[in-house]
């Protein structure tokens, strides 16, 4: 038995929220966490939705059932997606890759990008999802917020930390009732430090999820 593969076209969604014409001075593309839909996810940036920015949520291409009882699924069955999985990663990765670099290309065909500061944020397996973007696309943002999750494993020196050392602006987002996040910081703290990624951290008072107060500052001051 030999495995294949073959590039095939699909539809990949997104949503916005905010302006798109001259008055942007920042575009946020915002990847959501497993199981979640991009939709749902964009709720979270109404804060940001001041007339100066455009948000851009982006939604996984494997849309699956959450709920693991068996049986038929109906209307009121939730609907989650995910970015990857193990089962074939390389070319999970590459595709999602491509897709975000198409989807940027495509936001700044209307915009000046030259004018404009690119935020990209990450949200639990969005950081992955972001951070491998960074490192093997071709779009480069102004500032990658990681929040509540570490860095994907193979990210070493060598292995596209020195991609990550020229975004102008990191910040690590942790929630103070993230016991998740919590456990791994100080490694992953450790872990950017011997990398040289020079980074803000930020933390909340909350848990795994994202916090509209938090957002708010990230958009008007660097994180301490």
Request: some cysteine; hydrophobic content about 40%.
């Amino acid at each position: 038995m030999q495995e294949h593969h073959v590039t095939v076209r699909r539809s990949a969604r997104y949503y916005t929220l905010g302006p798109t014409d001259a008055d942007v001075a920042q575009v946020w593309i915002v990847c959501h966490g497993f199981a979640q839909l991009a939709g749902r996810f964009m709720r979270y940036f109404a804060a940001l939705d001041d007339g100066t920015r455009v948000i851009v949520a982006p939604e996984a291409l494997n849309r699956f059932y959450v709920e693991a009882t068996p049986g038929v699924h109906g209307p009121e069955s939730k609907v989650g997606a995910t970015w990857m999985t193990r089962e074939d990663r390389l070319h999970e990765i590459e595709d999602y890759v491509g897709y975000l670099d198409t989807l940027s290309d495509t936001i700044f065909e209307r915009l000046d990008r030259a004018r404009i500061h690119l935020t990209v944020l990450g949200f639990s397996q969005g950081v992955a999802t972001v951070v491998r973007w960074a490192v093997q696309g071709h779009t480069r943002p102004d500032h990658l917020i990681l929040w509540a999750s570490p860095l994907p494993p193979e990210i070493d020196a060598g292995a596209g930390a020195e991609q990550l050392t020229s975004v102008p602006r990191i910040s690590v987002v942790v929630g103070d009732r993230d016991a998740d996040a919590q456990r791994v910081l100080p490694r992953e703290r450790e872990r950017m430090d011997r990398l040289g990624l020079g980074y803000g951290l930020q933390r909340f008072d909350g848990g795994h999820h994202l916090d509209a107060d938090t957002l708010r500052l990230l958009a008007v001051s660097p994180a301490t």
